[in-house]
């Protein structure tokens, strides 16, 4: 009898790890397959076998271990967040752009380093907070720490102002820190 139950236990675990590594060998061997552009067979044996031992590795970096459907809820709300985010980023390259040939650049340009304190608590909310704020043209994360204390440089109080407000709010959706 207790033989069955340690089998039921050993098949949940088997099911919880199974579905985080697929999805990030999915997703790796996806984008190596795009950005390597090489369709023969040695090519695809050896991104197979490195996308394999990658998310082997690493899958529950990105997927930490729970149910299947809890993974997918979080995939989805990550996917939504992109376009929100290159929207973003899409805007700042334009108000840089807006800086860089201004007449008056020198009296735009305000360069300072903000200070303050996340909300967000997970170890991927905070890099991809960080990310984002990087990928974000006029803003660089200078650091963080694992207490969510960050330091922003940015270019001008404009890029500055919004920090660290909806971006942060959307990562912490996103992540299911809400």
């Not at 197979?48 to 990658?54: G, Q």
Request: glycine share 6%.
């Amino acid at each position: 009898m207790k033989s069955l139950g340690k089998e039921s236990r050993s098949s949940t675990l088997m099911k919880t790890k199974i579905f985080p590594f697929l999805a990030t060998f999915i997703a790796l061997f996806g984008t190596w397959i795009i950005l390597s552009g090489k369709f023969d067979e040695l090519h695809l044996v050896l991104g197979l076998l490195s996308c394999a031992l990658v998310a082997y590795i690493s899958s529950d970096l990105l997927f930490p271990e729970g149910k299947p459907q809890e993974l997918f809820l979080s995939v989805y709300r990550f996917l939504k967040y992109i376009p929100w985010l290159l929207y973003q980023i899409w805007l700042a390259n334009w108000h840089v752009l807006y800086l860089t040939f201004h007449p008056r650049m020198m009296d735009l340009i305000d360069p300072h380093i903000i200070r303050f304190q996340s909300k967000l608590t997970k170890d991927l909310s905070l890099v991809t907070f960080a990310n984002s704020i990087t990928l974000t043209p006029g803003t660089i994360t200078v650091s963080v720490s694992v207490d969510g204390d960050f330091k922003v440089h940015a270019i001008d109080k404009v890029s500055a102002e919004p920090l660290p407000g909806e971006m942060e709010e959307r990562v912490a959706r996103a992540f299911g820190e809400e």
